[in-house]
């Protein structure tokens, strides 16, 4: 199943792995009105399809050099002639992309091949898990243009921490692959020209789990987060594991791991060369 608009593409393949791809490596991938809009698009639909199970895994990556430069130059432009309703709607779409990208409902991976500035950092902080190229470079670069990494500042700051955040906010310092992984905003850092082995094996490993209890996880560790000790916390993890164990799927993996086979989950996945595998 494909879906191709003017700067992004969507592909989902026959294992249920969605690959939401930015297309403007003309331009770095950089963001402007009309990406963010089909972005904001697709992750609504990818919503629905990661509800009802169609879709297991999503990998949000790019064509070209660069993972994304941030916000396109003629759309900054354009900015400048905008009143300040006019910049709180630009804010707010894309507030929603980078809120749409991180409750998805399924498991999220982001490739990263090269440089991601500006609010390309805020969608690698609102994936799931980061794999990136050694070539791969980060800088939250806002205050370097007047600006602030006002909008993905929720999610940078989560990954990071307040005090490396407060620092790389403010100076605008080029973050290097390997310090991206220290900081904790980048899970993986693999060779160049091994970056989608790494994805594929990734891929590997998450579809071997539940898609119900990835789902309820995910949805679970939200919540922790936002109330990690509390009474009504306690009762819903509570409440959580216990319908996962009388659920089919719990009975099911618990069955299996008895039995020493694989769940059925595994089974149904298809196991096709990756250079197959999307549609």
């Not at 400048?80 to 709607?89: F, K, T, W």
């Not at 071997?208 to 109330?227: E, F, I, N, Y």
């Not at 020493?260 to 989950?265: A, I, L, V």
Request: charged content about 25%; overall charge negative; hydrophobic content about 40%.
């Amino acid at each position: 199943m494909s879906d191709n608009t003017s700067y992004s593409r969507l592909e989902i393949d026959e294992r249920g792995v969605a690959w939401l791809t930015l297309n403007r490596p003309e331009v770095h991938n950089a963001f402007d009105d009309s990406l963010i809009a089909e972005l904001n698009d697709h992750l609504s639909r990818l919503h629905s399809l990661a509800d009802a199970g169609d879709v297991r895994v999503v990998v949000l990556g790019s064509e070209g050099k660069s993972f994304s430069a941030g916000a396109d130059l003629n759309w900054m432009k354009r900015m400048v002639d905008y009143d300040l309703e006019d910049n709180l709607a630009d804010s707010r779409k894309l507030a929603a992309l980078m809120h749409g990208l991180d409750t998805l409902p399924c498991p999220t991976v982001c490739r990263v091949q090269g440089a991601a500035f500006g609010g390309a950092v805020g969608l690698a902080a609102c994936c799931d898990v980061v794999v990136a190229s050694g070539k791969a470079k980060f800088c939250l670069s806002e205050v370097k243009t007047g600006l602030s990494p006002a909008v993905i500042s929720p999610y940078v700051q989560r990954a990071l921490g307040e005090r490396q955040m407060r620092r790389y906010a403010l100076t605008a310092e080029v973050i290097d692959a390997e310090m991206a992984l220290a900081l904790g905003l980048v899970h993986l850092v693999v060779e160049h020209d091994k970056l989608d082995d790494e994805v594929e094996t990734l891929l590997a490993t998450l579809l071997a789990g539940s898609p119900q209890a990835q789902r309820a996880t995910k949805a679970l560790m939200a919540a922790v987060a936002q109330t990690p000790d509390s009474d009504a916390t306690r009762e819903h993890t509570c409440q959580v594991i216990a319908q996962l164990r009388v659920s089919q799927e719990g009975q099911e993996g618990l069955s299996s791991f008895f039995e020493k086979r694989r769940p059925d989950w595994v089974d149904s996945n298809n196991t096709s060369n990756a250079s197959e595998r999307r549609s």
